[in-house]
């Protein structure tokens, strides 16, 4: 390991690691604006077990397409940081819209029972909601957040070696294993899972704080 190209380096590994974050970014902010209310309103529509299984399917398949085909649309690299934005922000909608209609769908009766008996409000109703679909949500997000991750570094990986090294973590990661060069692919490997850690870890934690409120006191 060559700690002296590391520090010489650093610069241009962190922009490398800047441009992932933004990718990852930009991503979740779309699955999370998009897919939570066009979840929660196809939920209250009732076609939730239609559409989950549908979402399943097309969320991965739909994803590759964009990846695909965007390039050609906007005549940009495979690898453009748009058509990753794209191609991950659809994954992203599509997963967190599938996964508020399958959490609401297994809502737990009895709080809901007692609502209606007490004749609380729908604004009561929408805490409930809140508080029994938010850490399932998040957890949602948590694994979309590191799928992208993993993907993004992939499809570099994979676009560095077809068409020549890009410029993301996975082009550097390709040019060191072309080159045989450590210090290069272990440095972005090492970038790579890292974020893959801190963002599980906060998603994790996040998590773990919407539980906070137990679904009985909202209802009580």
Request: with cysteine; net charge positive.
């Amino acid at each position: 390991m060559n700690w002296d190209w590391v520090v010489q380096n650093s610069g241009y590994l962190g922009t490398l690691l800047a441009g992932h974050a933004i990718v990852l970014g930009l991503s979740l902010a779309a699955g999370v604006v998009i897919g939570i209310p066009l979840g929660y309103l196809l939920a209250k529509l009732r076609v939730g077990p239609v559409l989950a299984p549908v979402l399943d399917l097309l969320s991965y398949a739909s994803s590759l397409g964009l990846l695909l085909i965007a390039p050609l649309v906007r005549g940009t690299a495979i690898d453009d940081r748009l058509n990753l934005i794209l191609a991950f922000g659809t994954l992203a909608v599509l997963r967190i819209c599938r996964s508020v209609l399958v959490a609401h769908r297994r809502r737990p009766a009895a709080p809901y029972a007692y609502l209606k008996v007490a004749g609380l409000g729908a604004a009561t109703r929408f805490r409930l909601d809140l508080a029994y679909l938010a850490p399932r949500v998040l957890g949602t997000v948590g694994r979309v957040a590191v799928a992208t991750v993993v993907l993004t570094t992939l499809g570099g990986v994979i676009v560095s070696a077809a068409f020549g090294p890009g410029g993301e973590l996975g082009g550097l990661i390709w040019r060191g294993l072309d080159t045989r060069d450590l210090t290069q692919a272990l440095s972005g490997i090492v970038l790579v899972v890292a974020l893959a850690i801190m963002v599980d870890l906060i998603f994790r934690g996040l998590r773990r704080l919407a539980a906070a409120e137990p679904i009985e006191e909202v209802a009580a």
